[in-house]
């Protein structure tokens, strides 16, 4: 290998090797990694072949794209001879330099077709063949279907799905590593199934397949209303299919239908909301395996069901990810005994237990402990949350629930025979398994804790659809929540298939004329009983439609996206402007608004500066207006980059004739915005409602405002933007004081009460250790930790260019400020991994920056003048692949090449 230059990293579409692509287009990425600076890639070749023998044959090439003269080395549609239905597809990339060297990629790189027509499914949809009280949880029903292999397997697949949940098993082993499959989507809408090898799990002579069932999303309690069940249906359906490919070319297609069979074991109730109930007693030791006598099994029944609403799963696979030891165990005062975690975390717990036939030990679950030191679950509201394991006797014996998550830290265990012990219990962390991309750190401790507990709610509610909260009667996709911290989620972690999933579902649940359900898969009815709306067309929430595309796109470069949800984004700026009407206002309708701002009650008991303060609240037309502005400015961009020149025509004179009408309706000749809030002026400079000659004053009375009160006053919408809007319009230090406030209400507050995730509020804990209201009060919520994207991009510097997103040029640009004396951040994005890496030590300023292959940035190091900036010890004119533009307020900026680099300078 040529350490000058390697292509690394091959990616179909975002995924190493992904299996089951149902798109006969789809992308190729790959990594330069190379020790030289300032390399480009100025050409490259693809190849592809329907065997790894064949990439070297031209003759037999699915695709050669030839060299071409281009430096793009990530979304790369694959051009060749159509895929078919199950076929692999092997591919290599050959690239060349602005230096002269060239690289071939020595990875084994492939992409499986999935089924293309749902013609192809054979299998037939069952069921269990006895009837349940559909309005309780029943035990779950369990499926069998021995089969032969009568000669050598060169290839195996399952392709499978169910209404419900299911697991699989194949001769007595689990297939696959995922859990809550298929996922949650509008099952009347799309349904998706998963593509699982098999080929290695199959043996010479008897096999037997197996799947479980649960409840899930589709017939489990769901909801915080009466009648929560049977959300999508009340039958329990299992579609699968096995094909088998022998090494003579014979095959064999193994399918549900009525010759499968069925029982009821172990699992007597399974319920993501109230946990699990299982008897081992009824166990059916090696029910999947060869030999088993199913005699008592009664024939499984067909169910009519449509097959045309299925595709293949592409976003990300919801796993077991990690496993955390408790770190303390006690007895509460009122005797509980209790396992703490250390962590709040979403999933549930692995039980080590021996004891006699019978013995039942109960699991409850908890974020938090009330103020006197007792297991605290009345903010879980309606839910029992609790997993019970029913002993047979025989020895150690360990168990895991099947279809429940919970979200908590802290575990009482109730009947558990014998002393239990720290290894009594395990949690298991479940997510969907994005990939970690990013890393914050700084010299403030609880800053730290800080970006972890972000990313900890970012865990923790990142399970196939971004929820609310993972442990109360809701853990709903709410649409506001999931807008506002896309950004962060995207530096965090690559969300890039995980948002394109739920924005299909997001797009399947816009109603014709546009409007978007609070909620993404929509299962609340006339606004789930609480009076306000139907659950349709809030701003700010149903922004997402917007506001997410546009993210995927600028954090990945991902065109496709805009491409696929340009009709959803359209169809919400055109509801917006239908029920605007000539007046460019949008205050049609229900809206959430600045969703827990700083309230009355809460000034009034955390002595806000203005006795009789009626709170922060944000005229609800103000903020709708306001977003009605940006999705359409977003929306402008979009119709432009998609070759849209009509639209993107029509819809800058829209966004012209809505920011007049806002800056009429809402703000005075003198800056003064008829809601003096700090969500209403962050906002109107942030989205650039506010006119240039506007501008510095309606900051002042942004800072002064802040200066006021001395801490925020924002609520969901507001939070995401009110740092952004103090360190763009001159004032960063009061932005630092926010960021580092330890007094309610602030980020930092939580922290400084033990929090190991972000809160729903400002104040779930007060500082007497009471509670915020039951009704709402979740200890996992990730709104608030928007925040982190401000921790990237300012503090430590780590910006995109809108111009070249995907970061293919970089802005980096940190702030030392608020007495931090260092901070460091890494980011890998598409092209490579970008890292700064700051320190402060009185005068002297000292970045450390890393730019990947292929790419440019702009840095600016905080300097008094350009000749005190080095570079690993050099003057800049020395140094290589480095280009002086200019000083600006304090900066000296440079465009520099790929490579890494150690800049050094004093500042005044």
Same mark, same amino acid.
């Not at 809550?180 to 699982?196: E, M, S």
């Not at 997402?544 to 993210?551: G, L, M, Q």
């Given at each position: 290998m040529d350490k000058t230059l390697n292509v690394t990293y091959l990616r179909c579409e975002y995924k190493v090797n992904p299996l089951g692509i149902d798109n006969a287009t789809p992308r190729l990425s790959w990594i330069l990694e190379s020790e030289l600076r300032d390399v480009k890639q100025t050409a490259y070749r693809i190849t592809a072949a329907s065997d790894i023998g064949q990439l070297k044959d031209e003759k037999n090439l699915l695709w050669d794209s030839g060299m071409r003269q281009s430096d793009q080395s990530i979304h790369i549609e694959y051009e060749g001879k159509t895929p078919q239905s199950r076929q692999r597809i092997y591919w290599q990339v050959q690239v060349w330099d602005n230096h002269g060297n060239n690289a071939v990629s020595t990875e084994t790189a492939w992409w499986e077709m999935a089924l293309l027509d749902t013609a192809e499914w054979k299998a037939a949809w069952i069921t269990q063949p006895w009837e349940n009280d559909r309005q309780k949880s029943a035990p779950c029903a369990y499926f069998r279907k021995p089969f032969t292999i009568i000669k050598p397997v060169k290839s195996a697949r399952i392709y499978a799905t169910c209404l419900g949940l299911y697991? !699989?098993? !194949?001769?007595?082993?689990? %297939?696959?590593?995922?859990?809550? #499959?298929?996922? +949650? #989507?509008?099952?009347?809408?799309? !349904?998706?199934?998963?593509?699982?090898?098999?080929?290695?799990q199959l043996v010479a002579g008897e096999n037997v397949v197996g799947s479980i069932l649960g409840d899930g999303w589709y017939r489990g309690h769901f909801g915080w209303w009466d009648n929560n069940r049977n959300n999508y249906g009340d039958v329990l359906g299992l579609l699968l299919q096995l094909e088998i490919r022998y090494e003579d070319g014979d095959e064999l297609t193994i399918v549900t239908d009525d010759s499968w069979k069925a029982a009821t074991g172990p699992i007597l109730a399974s319920d993501i909301y109230n946990g699990e109930t299982y008897d081992a007693r009824e166990e059916m030791p090696d029910w999947s395996s060869a030999g088993f006598e199913d005699c008592n099994w009664k024939s499984a029944a067909l169910l009519e069901h449509s097959k045309t609403l299925l595709t293949a799963s592409n976003g990300e696979k919801v796993r077991k990810i990690s496993e955390i030891k408790p770190v303390d165990y006690f007895i509460t005062p009122k005797g509980g005994k209790v396992f703490d975690l250390g962590q709040n975390m979403v999933g549930w717990v692995r039980l080590k237990v021996k004891g006699r036939p019978g013995d039942r030990v109960v699991l409850k679950f908890a974020e938090v402990l009330d103020q006197n030191g007792n297991f605290y679950t009345d903010n879980l509201r309606r839910i029992d949350c609790t997993d019970t394991y029913i002993l047979k006797g025989s020895g150690e014996?360990? +168990?895991?629930?099947?279809? #429940?998550?919970?979200?908590?830290?802290? %575990?009482? %265990?109730?009947?558990?025979?014998g002393k239990l012990a720290n290894d009594s219990i395990t949690g298991i962390v479940i997510h969907s398994d994005m990939e970690p991309i990013g890393l914050f750190e700084c010299s403030e401790p609880l800053i730290n804790r800080l970006q972890q507990n972000i990313q900890w709610s970012q865990r923790g509610n990142f399970l196939d659809v971004p929820t609310d909260c993972p442990q109360r009667d809701e853990r709903m996709g709410w649409t506001g929540d999931a807008q506002v911290f896309a950004p962060t989620a995207s530096f965090n972690f690559n969300t890039a298939c995980f948002y394109a999933k739920w924005l299909k579902d997001l797009a399947s649940e816009q109603r014709e004329d546009g409007s978007v359900p609070w909620v993404v898969p929509n299962v609340i009815v006339d606004g789930g009983g609480t009076g306000w709306s139907d659950g349709f067309g809030a701003t700010g929430w149903a922004d997402?439609?917007? %506001?997410?595309? +546009?993210?995927v796109y600028l954090y990945y470069g991902d065109k496709r996206i805009l491409e696929q949800q340009y009709d959803s984004m359209k169809a919400w700026v055109d509801y917006m402007k239908v029920h605007a009407g000539d007046s460019f206002v949008f205050d049609y309708g229900f809206h959430f608004g600045d969703w827990l701002s700083f309230s009355d009650y809460m000034s009034y008991h955390y002595n806000a500066p203005d006795y009789g303060y009626a709170g922060a609240h944000t005229d609800k037309s103000l903020i709708a207006t306001a977003y009605f502005y940006y999705s359409t400015t977003i929306l402008q961009k979009t119709a432009e980059i998609t070759g849209r020149k009509k639209d993107a025509e029509e819809l800058l004179k829209l966004a012209a004739n809505i920011k007049k009408a806002w800056c009429r309706e809402f703000m005075t000749d003198s800056g003064r915005l008829v809601s003096a809030t700090q969500t209403a002026y962050a906002i109107g400079l942030s989205f650039g409602l506010v006119p240039d000659d506007k501008k510095a004053i309606v900051a002042k009375r942004l800072a002064d405002d802040v200066k006021h009160f001395g801490h925020l006053t924002t609520g969901f919408l507001g939070t995401p933007v009110l740092n952004h809007a103090l360190s763009d319009f001159g004032y960063p230090e009061l932005a630092y004081q926010l960021l580092l406030n330890k007094r309610y209400p602030s980020w930092l507050y939580p922290v400084t009460m033990g929090a190991t995730t972000i809160w729903e509020r400002w104040d779930g804990i007060r500082p007497d250790g009471s509670f915020q209201t039951v009704g709402m009060n979740s200890f996992n919520h990730y709104a608030y930790g928007a925040i982190g994207q401000w921790l990237y991009s300012f503090v430590a510097g780590i910006a995109i260019d809108e111009n070249e997103p995907g970061f293919k040029h970089i802005l980096i640009r940190p702030h030392p400020g608020g007495g931090l004396t260092r901070a460091k951040a890494e980011y890998d994005s598409m092209h490579g991994k970008i890292a700064t890496d700051w320190k402060l030590e009185g005068s002297r300023f000292e970045l450390n920056v890393t730019i990947p292959a292929n790419t440019t940035a702009t840095v600016y190091i905080s300097a008094a003048s350009v000749e005190t900036v080095t570079e690993s010890g050099r003057k800049i004119t020395e140094a290589t692949a480095i280009k002086f533009l200019r000083i600006d307020s304090g900066s000296a900026i440079f465009a520099v090449g790929s490579g890494s680099y150690r800049f050094a300078s004093k500042i005044s």
């Open positions: 697991e !699989l098993e !194949l001769n007595g082993q689990k %297939v696959g590593d995922q859990v809550f #499959t298929p996922g +949650w #989507t509008n099952y009347h809408k799309r !349904l998706q199934y998963q593509v699982y090898d098999v080929t290695e014996e360990i +168990w895991e629930p099947h279809f #429940t998550f919970h979200g908590f830290r802290y %575990v009482q %265990v109730d009947g558990y025979p997402a439609a917007v %506001v997410i595309p +546009w993210t």
